[in-house]
């Protein structure tokens, strides 16, 4: 089975701060997602990267970073950490985009609180 | 960006029911999947369906892609499929949209 796991289940951090999520995959996937899920909105996506190096600004990339420096792990940066940035945040990898090998792999996900 | 309508928004069962869940899409759409999150908030991948139909067990699901629609059936309920039932889409740039998805409670 694929297996993706994210670093923390919970987090709290302050106002400005610098915070730092990190997403593993252990299957090989060349695709690797960060969303965050917020009440009434369902999920929405922030970045998405389908190599080493490589990434691509999703739906709402504002406030974010992205790092990709090696095919398992995806790490999803706040340069400066604001309360508007409080939410549920889901990493998910597929082997590619399209046929069944397109299919999403999610992790449990970070619940992120910014005080 | 595409527009994805997920519907009911809640809906609630008796256990050994059937339902249909609808997802309606606003632009042509190379990928379809259809997820469960349970009450726990993980998400699980049901279907990867973009056209035509799948069964697996008591789910199946159906997209009629040139009428911009998906179809998720649930037959014989049961309490564990109580949860949150999400469909995503992705646009011809690889974009992502997820639905803001259908609660199912199943009572017993």
């Known amino acids: 089975d694929v297996k993706v796991t994210q670093s923390s289940r919970y987090l709290v951090k302050r106002t400005g701060e610098k915070v730092f999520l990190e997403c593993v995959q252990d299957?090989?996937?060349?695709?690797m997602f960060w969303y965050r899920q917020d009440p009434g909105l369902g999920l929405r996506l922030i970045y998405f990267?389908?190599?080493?190096?490589?990434?691509e600004k999703g739906d709402i990339p504002e406030g974010y970073s992205v790092s990709r420096e090696k095919k398992e792990r995806f790490s999803l940066i706040l340069e400066s950490a604001s309360t508007n940035q409080t939410s549920m945040y889901l990493c998910?990898?597929?082997?590619?985009?399209?046929?069944?090998?397109?299919?999403?792999?999610f992790g449990p996900g970070t619940r992120l609180t910014v005080t | 960006g595409i527009q994805v309508e997920q519907s009911p928004p809640d809906l609630i069962l008796q256990e050994g029911a059937n339902s249909t869940l609808r997802c309606n899409f606003s632009?042509?759409?190379?990928?379809l999947q259809w997820f469960h999150q349970n009450p726990w908030g993980q998400l699980i991948n049901l279907f990867y369906?973009?056209?035509g139909t799948k069964q697996n067990g008591r789910l199946s699901a159906t997209t009629v892609a040139t009428e911009r629609y998906s179809l998720l059936y649930i037959s014989s309920s049961q309490t564990t499929d109580s949860g949150v039932y999400f469909c995503?889409?992705?646009?011809?740039?690889?974009?992502?949209?997820f639905g803001t998805g259908t609660s199912l409670t199943v009572i017993p």
């Open positions: 998910a990898s597929s082997l590619h985009f399209l046929s069944a090998r397109g299919r999403q792999y």
């Open positions: 299957m090989d996937h060349e695709n």
């Open positions: 990267s389908y190599d080493v190096k490589m990434k």
């Open positions: 632009d042509s759409v190379n990928n």
């Open positions: 369906i973009p056209s």
């Open positions: 995503a889409v992705m646009n011809t740039g690889n974009q992502f949209y």
